[in-house]
């Protein structure tokens, strides 16, 4: 059965006129799509404006306005659907489900791969590691993916491994957090650092590219280093660095290796190779067709 979305909506018309309220669309449930479009319909009357007005901030026409509040959301994308939900103060995010908690686990799995992965390559430059390090300071409290020290430099390194962003915003204000904290986790661990990356390991994969370019001036400002850079200063680290580190997805690795075992099998030279379906469908071929086949070809 394929997947579909459930429309999750929170109350909007008794909130604030400034504040955004979500609509969650999750996967996994039927679309009321109906529901949807009451409650865009319901937030644009409190803020008391026309469809024409909320057409004009989403950059859609009025009759794009009219088939979301009506809920005949089957032909508009997901784009057209958060501009108009945006012009009235909305916020449209969405939520994937597979085979009950089995995303879930599939997402640690990922996550703790990468994990190793790095812990793995940063051990292999002389840093000591402590994967999963959590902290209680100053009635903060909180874990890091990985926190390493390199005493030769007197370099503290921390790490946070993502297999996906659900909020910019918040990851960032997170690790800023962590990284203001450093200095006095390490001295709880007995380190004096003179030098400080903190570092965003993103998967290697398009979809995580697209966000550092989308959101460039975030990531300029807050994490400006690239993977080169991140690892050039991992094995020498004489200053202090922000960035972001793309790394090779060890499950990808591990389902291509799993791939690779399937090898091309060659007709030897003369023989003819058996048919291939190319639409899809099974070919079945007897000794005797190809023995005739063979027998055509060398008479002719």
């Known amino acids: 059965m394929p997947p579909t979305v459930r429309a999750q909506i929170l109350s909007a018309a008794s909130a604030r006129s400034d504040y955004p309220q979500p609509i969650v669309l999750e996967h996994g449930g039927g679309v009321d799509e109906v529901q ?5 319909r319901a937030v644009r009357l409190h803020l008391g404006l026309r469809q024409s007005d909320v057409a004009a901030r989403a950059g859609v026409s ?11 959301l089957g032909g508009l ?4 659907l958060r501009c108009v939900a945006a012009a009235v103060g909305v916020s449209v995010s969405l939520s994937a489900r597979w085979r009950g908690a089995d995303l879930a686990k599939l997402l640690d799995e990922r996550h703790a791969l990468m ?6 390559r940063v051990a292999a430059l002389g840093w000591q ?6 902290f209680s300071l100053r009635g903060e409290r909180g874990s890091i993916d ?6 030769a430099q007197r370099a503290l390194l921390l790490v946070e491994v993502k297999t996906r962003i659900v909020d910019l915003q918040d990851l960032l204000s997170t690790m800023d957090r962590k990284r203001r904290l450093a200095p006095a986790l390490a001295r709880e661990l007995g380190w004096e650092p003179v030098g400080m990356g903190s570092v965003l390991v993103l998967p290697d994969d398009t979809w995580a590219r697209r ?3 989308r959101f460039g001036p975030l990531f300029e400002s807050a994490l400006p280093a690239r993977t080169v850079d991140v690892r050039r200063w991992l094995a020498r680290p004489e200053r202090s660095i922000r960035g972001v580190w793309f790394l090779p997805d060890s499950t990808v690795r591990s389902t291509t290796a799993r791939r690779a075992g399937r090898q091309r099998i060659r007709t030897r030279p003369g023989r003819l190779r058996p048919p291939v379906a190319r639409s899809g469908a099974t070919v079945a071929v007897t000794a005797a067709t190809l023995a005739t086949l063979e027998r055509t070809s060398r008479s002719t």
């Open 36 to 40: 949807v479009g009451s409650a865009i």
């Open 129 to 134: 590691t402590r994967p999963e390090h959590t």
């Open 211 to 213: 966000v550092v370019v």
């Open 77 to 80: 994308t997901l784009r057209t």
């Open 146 to 151: 990985i926190l390493a020290w390199q005493a």
């Open 62 to 72: 009025h009759g794009t306005v009219s088939l979301v509040e009506r809920g005949l």
């Open 115 to 120: 994990v190793r992965d790095v812990v793995a």
